[in-house]
């Protein structure tokens, strides 16, 4: 396969939220630049700050970036 084949390396953001019960961070929905997916998270943070039983609610902006390589025939 020729290297003008491959697909381009690109990046998304994704605002993701702590999920205390769980103890991990689930990932949600990608967004194409970071000033969208930051946007998202100050809306929601001010939207919705806290869970129903008043805890805070923990968000991060991650960002995926994602490279294609051919490998060679083995």
């Known amino acids: ?6 697909r381009p390396a690109y990046s998304r953001w994704r605002v993701e939220t702590r999920d ?3 103890d991990e961070w689930a990932p949600g929905m990608p967004f194409y630049s970071a000033d969208e997916a ?8 001010t939207h919705h700050p806290r869970w129903r039983d008043g805890r805070p609610v923990e968000r991060r902006v991650v960002r995926e970036t994602t490279t ?3 490998e060679p025939h083995r």
Do not use: I
Not at 38 to 45: G, Y
């Open 68 to 70: 294609w390589t051919v």
């Open 38 to 45: 930051h946007a998202r998270r100050t809306s929601l943070d």
């Open 20 to 22: 205390p019960d769980a």
């Open 1 to 6: 396969m020729a290297a003008e084949e491959t």
